[in-house]
């Protein structure tokens, strides 16, 4: 496949929900292209469509229209030639709290198929500090080690495309900080794209090198971290977030200019 | 090694042993860690066994075609238990992703439906098993009925009976995953509807005629006419097991398209990815 396809591409991608009548535009009409090897930040407020673009990324939720695309293959139709390249870490998901954390890591390696999985478990909880939680029941965790160990589900198959719904919530700030190095290694070593999405703006501007800001299901801007603090004219990215947010980010960007 | 040697191919249809065996372990996971839901599995059919066979004991002391037809309702109860338990099997093992909010996860795994499906099926033998061993024993030993006495016939019964119990948990299922756990009980009462309309306990013939032609459209229904016939008249009826095999194979395949319109449908509204009420 040519190196200019895509890692992650939607196009027009819209996303309706219907309920008791009433319909909802979740996601409207949207498109970009994140190029192999990249980190992307998703950024929005509740309900900008976030969390339902990267579903339709992975499948887990059908487009009402466009396509949302991974290496080529649309998700809609082929997602079982890409789901094995890829891997997903959320909030709103869990893992069975019974099973022990090597357990899960266990049931969700074979279903990758990962090869050497009793090593790879070995170095996975090195390198986010879960050896001495190994064999403790999941749901005894706190907070932030379910978050590590959920970090580690994402990494099992080592993925290409890792899509990330606020992979640092709840955990402390040094724990946070060594999980973003973490990733930053991760991307360095396996050209692995990253698309994430945070409410964390320091962490934004820290892994991505392109942020896509959403609003009501559109995409209100698109740039680089610089750019954007020099198009609203703004010192970090919670500023630019809060311009956005509040409908003042045309008036700043005139400002700017 | 390709993508289709390693079972990544694109079909939707492929299935990798490797995929239903990580979640056959994932479920055995689970039973070993947790005594009370292995207690479960023998509790209730245990009980049921234990009211029916007094029961039969009883009637049995002031009824000559009773005392004939011994261990007809021994024979009823654990016969139903393998429809019901074989159904609770396949449900519970499902729900268990509902309630740890781990579907999406293997949603977005390679996992395939149809080896989701095959997982919650071996695991529905094994949840049986736990349940069922123990309590034909008991059966032995404290009423004389040895249910395994049934030979090749029981066999025959417990295929026809638990191909249903899978079909009526496929569906429960889907409706489960697209609905979200409001639905959750129909997975404990859905069996419930059938029991009265399969005959579990009396013959077809005691229905009113218009329900006769519903009894006979369902396979349990076969089944239990077959038990009847070999323990009260010693005679093994092939041609209802094969209809009810035949009605059990078109039951099956509509299940399995039921639960595939079921998940397009969940992926339609995103019910997936937020696994609640």
Not at chain 2, 66 to 84: H, K, P, Q, S, T
Not at chain 2, 105 to 112: A, D, E, G, H, V
């Given at each position: 496949m040519p190196s200019s396809v895509p890692a992650i591409e939607a196009d027009r991608l819209s996303k309706v929900y219907t309920a008791r009548g009433r319909t909802t535009l979740a996601v409207d009409g949207i498109s970009f292209a994140l190029a192999p090897g990249?980190?992307?930040?998703?950024?929005?407020?509740?309900?900008?469509?976030?969390?339902?673009?990267?579903?339709?990324?992975?499948?887990?939720?059908?487009?009402?229209?466009?396509?949302?695309?991974?290496?080529?293959?649309?998700?809609?139709?082929?997602?079982?030639?890409?789901?094995?390249?890829?891997?997903f870490e959320s909030p709103y998901m869990d893992m069975p709290?019974?099973?022990?954390?090597?357990?899960?890591?266990?049931?969700?390696g074979r279903l990758y198929a990962v090869e050497d999985l009793a090593g790879h478990i070995a170095a996975l909880a090195g390198q986010l500090d879960l050896a001495d939680l190994l064999d403790r029941p999941t749901g005894k965790l706190s907070a932030g080690q379910k978050t590590r160990v959920s970090l580690a589900k994402a990494l099992i198959n080592r993925p290409d495309i890792l899509l990330l719904d606020e992979p640092t919530a709840s955990l402390d700030p040094d724990t946070a900080d060594w999980v973003r190095g973490h990733l930053?290694?991760?991307?360095?070593?396996?050209?692995?794209?990253?698309?994430?999405?945070?409410?964390?703006?320091a962490e934004v501007e820290r892994l991505c090198e392109r942020v896509i800001i959403m609003k009501r299901g559109r995409i209100e801007d698109d740039g680089s971290p610089a750019a954007l603090l020099a198009r609203y004219g703004r010192d970090n990215l919670e500023e630019v977030f809060?311009?956005?947010?509040?409908?003042?980010?045309?008036a700043a960007r005139e400002a700017a200019q | 090694?390709?993508?289709?040697?390693?079972?990544?191919?694109?079909?939707?249809?492929?299935?990798?042993?490797?995929?239903?065996?990580?979640?056959?372990?994932?479920?055995?996971y689970l039973l070993r860690s947790s005594w009370s839901r292995i207690l479960e599995l023998i509790y209730w059919p245990a009980v049921q066994l234990f009211?029916?066979?007094?029961?039969?004991?009883?009637?049995?002391?002031?009824?000559?075609?009773?005392?004939?037809?011994?261990?007809?309702?021994?024979?009823?109860?654990?016969?139903?238990?393998?429809?019901?338990?074989?159904?609770l099997g396949f449900s519970v093992s499902f729900l268990e992703e509902m309630w740890s909010r781990n579907l999406a996860?293997?949603?977005?795994?390679?996992?395939?439906p149809i080896e989701f499906v095959a997982a919650l099926m071996i695991m529905s033998i094994v949840r049986l098993a736990i349940g069922m061993v123990p309590v034909t024993i008991f059966a032995i030993v404290f009423f004389g009925f040895n249910f395994y006495s049934l030979g090749i016939a029981l066999a025959v019964f417990f295929l026809n009976l638990i191909l249903t119990s899978w079909s009526v948990g496929i569906v429960v299922s889907g409706v489960v995953m697209r609905n979200g756990m409001g639905a959750e009980s129909l997975a404990w009462t859905v069996m419930f509807v059938l029991m009265p309309l399969t005959c579990v306990y009396y013959p077809v013939a005691v229905l009113p005629d218009w329900l006769q032609w519903v009894a006979w459209v369902l396979p349990p229904t076969y089944v239990f006419e077959g038990m009847r016939a070999l323990v009260l008249e010693r005679t093994f009826r092939g041609d209802l097991m094969l209809a009810a095999f035949v009605l059990n194979l078109v039951f099956f395949a509509?299940?399995?398209?039921?639960?595939?319109?079921?998940?397009?449908?969940?992926?339609?509204?995103?019910?997936?990815?937020?696994?609640?009420?």
């Open positions: 990249s980190v992307t930040g998703l950024l929005g407020g509740n309900g900008a469509g976030k969390t339902t673009t990267i579903a339709m990324i992975l499948g887990l939720i059908e487009p009402t229209a466009g396509a949302a695309r991974v290496m080529g293959s649309d998700m809609a139709r082929e997602r079982y030639r890409m789901l094995h390249r890829m891997n709290n019974r099973l022990t954390v090597r357990q899960n890591l266990t049931v969700f930053e290694r991760y991307r360095t070593e396996r050209n692995a794209t990253i698309l994430l999405a945070s409410h964390n703006m809060l311009d956005v947010a509040r409908g003042r980010g045309e | 090694m390709t993508d289709t040697a390693r079972g990544h191919g694109t079909s939707g249809l492929a299935l990798a042993p490797h995929r239903v065996g990580a979640m056959v372990l994932r479920y055995l009211v029916w066979g007094f029961l039969q004991f009883y009637i049995a002391q002031n009824s000559g075609f009773f005392a004939r037809a011994a261990g007809m309702f021994i024979g009823a109860v654990l016969l139903w238990d393998i429809l019901f338990r074989g159904q996860n293997l949603m977005i795994s390679p996992l395939r509509i299940a399995v398209a039921v639960f595939l319109a079921l998940l397009r449908s969940a992926r339609r509204i995103g019910s997936l990815l937020q696994s609640g009420e």
